[in-house]
């Protein structure tokens, strides 16, 4: 029995010298770049007008999108979210003018560790930039409060906009109805063949 304990004892030691390790070791909000690629990645939701006269744009990277909805995110996830300027239109609409700021919201085993305790948004953290990819330093606490009642939505805003679209896009109805659209265009272009031939 004793050998069992101390066994336990040590794996549970090892266990600790390794989580600690770990958190000595995650990045910290501020600390992850901006991916120079973003923009070829999948948009998670778009045209997010704000009543500050803003529109976001936000996109997700490849690992993210393999989550089913109910699902968190899984390690590895990033979002980057773009923040327009933008003017209204004599239609009052809003149109974006000019990038001010970028957002990263990135997760890793063990990120925010270092975030104050109550202001942990489990394993993400944060980084922000300006519209030319220079580096901010603002108060993170801001955005932590800000994501800190998303706990049954891994934090993530527009979580359940992001499924209900994805939904969307994947149904049968909507498959079909791109398909009749193909089928509708490659139609009218042969019929707008044979009617040039003729006129020949």
């Not at 989580?19 to 909000?29: G, L, R, T």
């Not at 997010?48 to 989550?67: A, C, L, V």
């Not at 980084?127 to 603002?138: E, H, M």
Request: aromatic share 10%.
């Amino acid at each position: 029995m004793k050998k069992i304990a101390i066994a336990a004892a040590s794996v549970a030691l090892l266990a600790a010298c390794a989580s600690s390790k770990m958190a000595e070791n995650a990045p910290k909000d501020g600390e992850v770049g901006m991916p120079s690629n973003y923009q070829s990645w999948p948009v998670f939701v778009s045209g997010i007008e704000k009543s500050s006269g803003h529109i976001r744009d936000i996109y997700i990277n490849q690992e993210g999108t393999k989550t089913k909805k109910g699902e968190n995110f899984p390690n590895g996830t990033q979002f980057v979210m773009e923040i327009y300027k933008a003017d209204k239109g004599t239609d009052g609409k809003l149109s974006k003018t000019q990038l001010e700021k970028v957002f990263v919201m990135a997760k890793g085993e063990g990120w925010g560790v270092s975030a104050p305790e109550g202001m942990k948004n489990g394993d993400w953290i944060y980084s922000a930039f300006d519209g030319k990819g220079q580096a901010l330093k603002p108060d993170y606490g801001t955005c932590r409060g800000c994501h800190l009642p998303l706990t049954d939505k891994d934090y993530v805003f527009h979580y359940d906009k992001y499924f209900d679209m994805k939904a969307s896009l994947d149904s049968p109805s909507y498959a079909d109805m791109l398909s009749a659209h193909a089928g509708m265009v490659a139609l009218n272009n042969a019929e707008a063949t044979q009617a040039s031939a003729l006129l020949q």
